[in-house]
């Protein structure tokens, strides 16, 4: 079997890239020349059956994707089923399931079954679960065998934490938070116990020829993403940066689709110099980034503080958005934080896609302009990127006798500006201007 890019690479245009085209507006062609550059990916596991596939680039539209999971301590396979349904609901491109614990392949396989989107995973927690269930620390060889058989149930990408090196962590403790990446964590302890390189970075040709075997993109982990703003951009988050710009290379060269993931805590001023290091380090592969989260004060709050730095992000060279609920930093997100910070990031990407010229990206608000001119409010309902949750609010807004009026509860009928500047309109044509 082929990978999407080594069919690119032949000139070969699969259905995948012809859905992705007619999804996006674009040509087979456009989609194919992306994948062949290396700047786009189409996440797509063969085994991942009924998946619609979407594709991840700077030529398409921003994605966003909801992180869900069991932790150790709550939730399980039906309140995580319920939030992969909110998710989907709320307009999700793509999903991942970062669950820890005991007997995550029947939680993975049945998401799986479950997700129309591509589904991504980081085989360190479930490895890391199944080590400490034999008594033993990460056990290497029983990670490599999750990476397989995650890949044969159908993940469509793998956050894979290897250009996190041993040389790298001494910085990384000089940090005021030190290491706030799970995975990140996970592969630094097990370094220094061990006094050993990273076994991932050790073995990528083993792990780059399980993932051409099943088309699995591989994610390329920020274990060093930075935590808080005073460890923003400094020299642990730049050096595994520059590793992951090395193994981009080497990733493509084995003909395995690869995007980079990025920084959590960013100031905002710092986002834009970020965004291009990533596209210059890692020639222009596709960034996958957390926000960036831009204060570190609004616990509680936190879908709207990263939603202003992947606004940010995505206008300068992000492709792909990975959401921060309200719950970040306090708890494991319900599912009305699932839908918050979905529709939060959706609304981040669009913003971005209309702020870069996006082709058609636009459209959509000058049908709502139009839209709200003519009072149409079931139109405004339809084209609202949550309809539901617009029309809610007008409904309760407003009594029933006022429903479909040429006005809305905010300003009044008297003091309405859209209706005097349709006064005044009518009075230019009439020369009484």
């Not at 089923?81 to 993975?108: E, I, N, P, T, Y």
């Not at 991504?120 to 397989?148: C, F, H, K």
């Not at 960036?292 to 616990?299: H, M, Q, R």
């Not at 007008?394 to 905010?410: F, I, T, V």
Request: proline share 3%; with cysteine; glycine share 8%.
């Amino acid at each position: 079997m082929s990978t999407q890019l080594e069919e690119a690479r032949a000139g070969r245009i699969t259905p995948a890239m012809v859905e992705c085209a007619e999804s996006e507006n674009v040509t087979a062609e456009k989609v194919l020349e992306e994948i062949v550059s290396g700047k786009a990916v189409l996440p797509h596991n063969p085994a991942h059956v009924n998946c619609k596939p979407a594709i991840v680039g700077r030529a398409f539209r921003t994605k966003v994707n909801a992180n869900l999971g069991r932790s150790s301590e709550a939730s399980g396979l039906e309140e995580e089923s319920a939030k992969l349904d909110v998710a989907l609901d709320s307009g999700a491109d793509f999903v991942m399931d970062l669950s820890v614990g005991a007997d995550l392949g029947s939680v993975r396989s049945s998401l799986i079954a479950a997700s129309p989107v591509g589904l991504g995973t980081v085989p360190l927690y479930e490895a890391l679960s199944r080590s400490a269930e034999a008594n033993t620390q990460l056990d290497v060889d029983i990670l490599m065998r999750v990476i397989r058989e995650q890949a044969e149930q159908g993940v469509d990408f793998m956050t894979l934490h290897s250009g996190l090196l041993r040389e790298h962590v001494a910085l990384a403790l000089e940090r005021l938070m030190g290491i706030v990446s799970r995975g990140g964590a996970i592969m630094a302890e097990w370094m220094v116990t061990n006094n050993s390189e990273n076994p991932l970075y050790e073995r990528w040709d083993e792990v780059l020829e399980i993932c051409r075997q099943y088309d699995v993109t591989v994610s390329l982990g920020d274990g060093l993403r930075p935590g808080c703003l005073a460890d923003a951009s400094d020299k642990a988050q730049f050096a595994e940066l520059e590793v992951l710009g090395q193994l981009v290379q080497r990733t493509r060269k084995a003909g395995v689709q690869v995007m980079v993931e990025g920084p959590g805590h960013v100031p905002f001023g710092e986002i834009q110099m970020n965004m291009e290091r990533q596209q210059e380090l890692c020639d222009g592969a596709p960034f996958y980034v957390l926000g960036p989260i831009v204060t570190d004060i609004a616990p509680g709050y936190d879908h709207i503080t990263s939603s202003i730095g992947a606004t940010s992000a995505a206008y300068y060279g992000a492709s792909l958005l990975c959401y921060v609920t309200p719950s970040e930093h306090l708890g494991l997100p319900a599912e009305a934080d699932v839908r918050a910070g979905v529709m939060a990031h959706r609304i981040a990407a669009h913003a971005a896609d209309v702020a870069r010229g996006l082709h058609g990206a636009r459209h959509r608000d000058d049908e709502m302009a139009k839209a709200r001119v003519e009072f149409d409010w079931q139109a405004q309902f339809k084209l609202a990127l949550d309809g539901a949750h617009a029309k809610e609010i007008y409904d309760r807004s407003c009594s029933d006798s006022q429903r479909n009026e040429d006005h809305c509860s905010m300003c009044g009928k008297d003091f309405c500006a859209l209706r005097t500047t349709k006064r005044i309109n009518e009075a230019r044509m009439q020369n009484t201007y």
